[in-house]
C-alpha cells in the first residue's frame, strides 16, 4: 500500500511563494507518474499538476503556468510543488497522488494513491 503525505502548506499574502512536498512511503516512485490537485471549499477537485515517471514531462492546468513547477526526487521518494506568484485564487486544499503508471494523467481517476491534502490560503 502506498502512502502520501503532503506539507509545506500554509498562510501567505498574494504575490508570495510556497512549496509543497509529498513524501511516499510503501513503494518507491521511481516508476510512477505523480500529480497535484487542488480543491477549493464547495468545488471539485481539480488537477493542477502532473509529473512522467523521470521527471522530463510535465504538464500543468492553464492557469498556474508560468507560476508553479513540479519537480520529483526519485532518490528521496518525494515529489514537489513549488508555486510562486500566488492569488487569491489558488486558495485551495491540495492533494497528492500517484498512479500505477509512468506517463502523465489529467484526471482524478487516473491516479490509484491520495494524500490527506494541505491547506494553502492566499490572502489578498
Known amino acids: 500500500q502506498v502512502q502520501l503525505v503532503e506539507s509545506g502548506g500554509g498562510l501567505v499574502q498574494a504575490g508570495g511563494s510556497l512549496r509543497l512536498s509529498c513524501a511516499a512511503s510503501g513503494r518507491g516512485i521511481s516508476n510512477y507518474a505523480m500529480g497535484w490537485f487542488r480543491q477549493a471549499p464547495g468545488k471539485e477537485r481539480k488537477f493542477v499538476a502532473a509529473?512522467?515517471?523521470?521527471?522530463?514531462?510535465?504538464y500543468y492546468v492553464d492557469s498556474v503556468k508560468g507560476r508553479f513547477t513540479i519537480s520529483r526526487d526519485n532518490a528521496k521518494n518525494t515529489v514537489y510543488l513549488q508555486m510562486n506568484s500566488l492569488k487569491p485564487e489558488d486558495t485551495a486544499v491540495y492533494y497528492c497522488a500517484s498512479r500505477n503508471g509512468g506517463v502523465i494523467a489529467q484526471t482524478l481517476s487516473g491516479y490509484d494513491y491520495w494524500g490527506q491534502g494541505t491547506q494553502v490560503t492566499v490572502s489578498s
Open positions: 509529473i512522467n515517471w523521470s521527471g522530463g514531462r510535465t
